[in-house]
């Protein structure tokens, strides 16, 4: 069942986005010093260096974003399969009926519990401000993939510290074990 019981496959995640990013670095250098053989095949080749250069800015915030609402899922799923995971213990408990169904019981319906329910269910194991942090993390996500016009944006997550703060919860959630 669970898949994701450490925080490696969230770092190589993040060393792939922080590769993307450099790759975006090299195409504004191209961009600026006019190696214009570099840009061949791309859609950079006919646009002007302006425009390229807006297109490489919006690509960097969209790359950013987008890695937040990736790291996101990341964490929310390594909660939901820990806590599946603990719950299968629950299974072998005592009267064997009731824990049976208790069991299958929080393994079927974490997946829809509200993510603030989860990260709650965590506090005896994670510190109270990485756990709110995490929460603002959680807002930021939301407005990425859902842009109501009609709500304020939340506070920008980076990358960096996005991955910083979501790595930390889970080694301390795996050393907790």
Request: charged letters at 30%; proline letters at 4%; one cysteine or more.
């Amino acid at each position: 069942m669970p898949t994701c019981m450490s925080s490696e496959p969230l770092a190589e995640f993040f060393a792939t986005h922080r590769r993307l990013r450099d790759c975006l670095k090299i195409a504004r250098r191209a961009i600026d010093s006019e190696k214009l053989d570099l840009l061949d095949g791309t859609d950079f080749i006919a646009a002007s260096r302006q425009q390229a250069a807006e297109w490489i800015d919006q690509a960097r915030k969209d790359a950013d974003d987008l890695a937040v609402v990736a790291l996101w899922a990341w964490f929310e799923r390594h909660l939901i399969e820990y806590a599946q995971l603990r719950a299968e213990a629950v299974g072998t408990s005592t009267p064997s009926a009731f824990a049976q169904e208790l069991k299958a019981k929080v393994t079927n319906e974490i997946e829809y519990w509200r993510v603030d329910e989860i990260l709650d269910v965590f506090k005896s194991i994670i510190e109270a401000d990485q756990i709110g942090i995490a929460k603002q993390v959680k807002k930021y996500r939301d407005w990425i993939a859902h842009r109501n016009p009609n709500r304020v944006p939340p506070a920008q997550t980076e990358p960096t510290s996005a991955y910083s703060l979501l790595a930390a919860i889970i080694n301390a959630v795996e050393e907790a074990k």
